[in-house]
Nanobody, 127 residues
Framework: QVQLVESGGGLVQAGGSLRLSCAPSGRTLSTYAMGWFRQTPGKERDLVAA????????YAADSVKGRFTIARGNAKNTVYLQMNSLKPEDSAVYYCAATRTNYSGQLYYLENEYDYWGQGTQVTVSS
């Protein structure tokens, strides 16, 4: 069982930056591929970014490409989402997710491919 704890959300003005962090409680993330999703009220949870177990490949949704970057910490035990040039439409609850995998180079795109989820952190971007 992996418990994920997100931090770093908050209120920021448009054009600003935030960095979200996701760390496990009680277990290493080195054998897990990771993703960041976001959800607004009444909408489905959408993938924002994903990273392989090795950290060698990443994915970013078209809506955030060039502005958001997902990365793993040096010990691969923390995953970050660096968010720059934030827009009001980026406002959402952001969730960290993990899936255990034997494939170091595999990205995962679907919500149902992830086994563990954090509690979510609110990001609000004011105009």
């Amino acid at each position: 069982q992996v418990q994920l704890v997100e931090s770093g959300g908050g209120l920021v003005q448009a054009g600003g930056s935030l960095r979200l962090s996701c760390a496990p409680s009680g277990r290493t993330l080195s054998t897990y591929a990771m993703g960041w999703f976001r959800q607004t009220p009444g909408k489905e949870r959408d993938l924002v970014a994903a990273i392989t177990r090795s950290g060698g490949a990443t994915y970013a949704a078209d809506s955030v490409k060039g502005r958001f970057t997902i990365a793993r910490g040096n010990a691969k035990n923390t995953v970050y989402l660096q968010m720059n040039s934030l827009k009001p439409e980026d406002s959402a609850v952001y969730y960290c997710a993990a899936t255990r995998t034997n494939y170091s180079g595999q990205l995962y795109y679907l919500e149902n491919e992830y086994d563990y989820w954090g509690q979510g952190t609110q990001v609000t971007v004011s105009s």
